[in-house]
């Protein structure tokens, strides 16, 4: 098949290293660009999120090599290839594919069933496609992958209950210091996907009082307006902190949008130290983690929901068994479709072998037989193709129980030997 996956997950590398290898949507258009001028020869999708960094690739002769997409992973962010060794994995071929159908299917989640993932996924092909380098092979891999997602919503009830880091998030982590958020000034820095989803479960428990600050203004209003919130302008930002009883922060800011100065000099003096819950749910970290320091402040990360994931994949283990056993269907159908993919070329050449002196001999017989009316011609003609696709059944029939088995590439490889096919 020809595909590689090199990257890390919460699985393999804290946050320290996620963020550092961290892409925007602009990042990752930029460096799909990039790479297109330094690996003409591959297909590519980058998966950038809170909890991972994967980048997906195919090669046209062989699965591209590890080191190769490594380095490039790293050089965009002004990195030294072997400082991630240790925390990269690679994959090839089959487990490439049971990975991103289980990655799409939120099986891999840190919170297992939450609905972000597939979206991810879709936006990061979608961004590949833009950009002109997912072609035919990765495209079949990222379809498998939301078929299989959209049958795990659709078989299983992983997704019946709502859940996803927010609310893992506030029930597990913000409970612990509020009985109730009713009346709470709740602070929402951000106005993407994450921020909706975690304003959405806030209504679903409580009645906060809602403020949103965003650098964009006319998304900033949108979403408060949506959930009876007020936005503020992003110079607020400290205003609004100094106010607040819990802060979440979602934004894609590359740095940290609050220092530890920052906030030990204008913020934590007009709080009198209150307590403050703080759920920085952004990768990049958008608070600086000295800030946990200050009395009263309750400082989390988005690693610092791992307990509280184990307790929602436990609670969600009786329908993990369904879940898998799809994805591992879905993992063999779209192995041995890329195998029956690749004997095309030669069932086609095969036709085309025998189709060439079947037309020949025909053209010569009827030439030499001049006197035959049409219907002649054409029972010595259908005679013709019948012989040829009986001819073609035993091999052809072969290549396609190898092909379904995995084991077609000697049979192609003998078959082009034989009836001397060209690549």
């Not at 906030?263 to 703080?278: D, G, H, N, S, T």
Request: charged share 25%; glycine share 4%.
């Amino acid at each position: 098949m020809k595909l590689r996956m090199v990257g890390c997950s919460h699985h393999q590398a804290g946050l320290d290293i996620r963020q550092r290898l961290a892409f925007d949507g602009t990042q990752a258009s930029r460096a799909l660009s990039q790479w297109q001028n330094d690996l003409p020869e591959m297909e590519l999708v980058l998966l950038s999120t809170c909890n991972r960094v994967e980048l997906y690739a195919a090669g046209s002769q062989e699965a591209p090599r590890t080191d190769e997409l490594v380095a490039a992973l790293a050089h965009f962010h002004h990195l030294a290839p072997e400082d991630l060794s240790n925390r990269i994995i690679s994959l090839t071929d089959q487990q490439v594919a049971s990975h991103l159908l289980r990655v799409a299917a939120s099986l891999d989640s840190m919170v297992v069933g939450e609905p972000q993932i597939l979206a991810q996924v879709k936006q990061a092909f979608q961004i590949a496609q833009a950009q002109h380098v997912a072609g035919p092979r990765l495209h079949d891999l990222f379809q498998a992958a939301l078929r299989t997602a959209k049958r795990v919503t659709g078989e299983t009830a992983l997704h019946r209950h709502r859940v996803s880091i927010p609310s893992v998030a506030i029930a597990d982590l913000a409970n612990c210091v509020f009985e109730s958020f009713d009346g709470k000034h709740v602070l929402v820095a951000g106005a993407g996907d994450m921020a909706d989803e975690t304003l959405r479960y806030l209504r679903e428990v409580g009645k906060p009082q809602i403020h949103v600050v965003n650098r964009s203004e006319e998304r900033g209003h949108e979403l408060a307006d949506q959930w009876q919130g007020t936005y503020h302008p992003w110079d607020e930002l400290a205003d609004q902190l100094a106010l607040a009883d819990m802060a979440i922060s979602t934004t894609s800011a590359s740095e940290p949008i609050v220092s530890a100065a920052q906030f030990k000099e204008r913020i934590a003096p007009r709080r009198q130290q209150r307590p403050l819950v703080i759920l920085d749910l952004a990768v990049p970290r958008d608070f600086d983690p000295a800030i946990s320091r200050e009395l009263g402040v309750y400082l989390y990360c988005i690693d610092d929901l791992q307990q509280a994931c184990d307790r929602n994949r436990a609670a969600r283990a009786a329908e993990l068994p369904a879940a898998e056993e799809i994805v591992r269907e879905e993992t063999a159908r779209f192995v041995a479709d890329a195998h029956l993919r690749a004997t095309a070329p030669v069932i086609t050449g095969l036709r085309e072998g025998l189709h060439r002196p079947k037309e020949a001999e025909l053209e010569r017989l009827f030439h030499k037989l001049p006197e035959l009316d049409d219907q002649s011609r054409e029972e010595i003609r259908q005679f013709a193709d019948r012989l040829v696709n009986k001819l073609l059944h035993p091999p052809l029939e072969s290549l396609r129980d190898a092909s379904r088995n995995g084991t077609h590439h000697g049979l192609l490889d003998a078959l082009r030997r034989l009836f001397k096919l060209e690549d």
